[in-house]
Nanobody, 123 residues
Framework: VQLQASGGGLVQAGGSLRLSCGASRRPFNDYAVGWFRRAPGKEREFVAA??????RISYSDSVKGRFTISRDKNTVWLTMNGLKPEDTGVYHC???????????????????WGQGTQVTVSS
């Protein structure tokens, strides 16, 4: 499965962006999908994840209430509102085959990773 993340860009603090993640395997609604980000000089961190059905969702505390993850059978989106400078980083989507309808929040839970899209939030 090849993943392609897009939608990043430069935005002022308080602004919004919508990232999308598409997969070469269609549909890929038997995969759980997550978004992770890596800020300069920091480890890759979990941002949000959605189970295969789209009904189970998890967010990191730092983005809860501002970001929304959603999906259909071919695409996963991350809608980011109220962006802050600390949200700056390269955002990657990841997919992992999921026999059950569970959310995956660990990096090691995922088998496939996209190259990432840069998000820069200016103050």
């Amino acid at each position: 499965v090849q993943l392609q993340a897009s939608g990043g860009g430069l935005v002022q603090a308080g602004g919004s962006l919508r990232l999308s993640c598409g997969a070469s395997r269609r549909p890929f609604n038997d995969y759980a999908v997550g978004w992770f980000r890596r800020a300069p000089g920091k480890e890759r961190e979990f941002v949000a994840a959605v189970a295969r059905s789209g009904r189970r969702i998890s967010y990191s505390d730092s983005v809860k209430g501002r970001f929304t993850i959603s999906r259909d059978k071919n695409t996963v989106w991350l809608t980011m509102n109220g962006l802050k400078p600390e949200d700056t980083g390269v955002y990657h989507c990841a997919a992992g085959f999921s026999r059950w309808d569970n959310v995956k929040t660990g990096r090691n839970d995922y088998d496939y990773w996209g190259q990432g899209t840069q998000v820069t939030v200016s103050s």
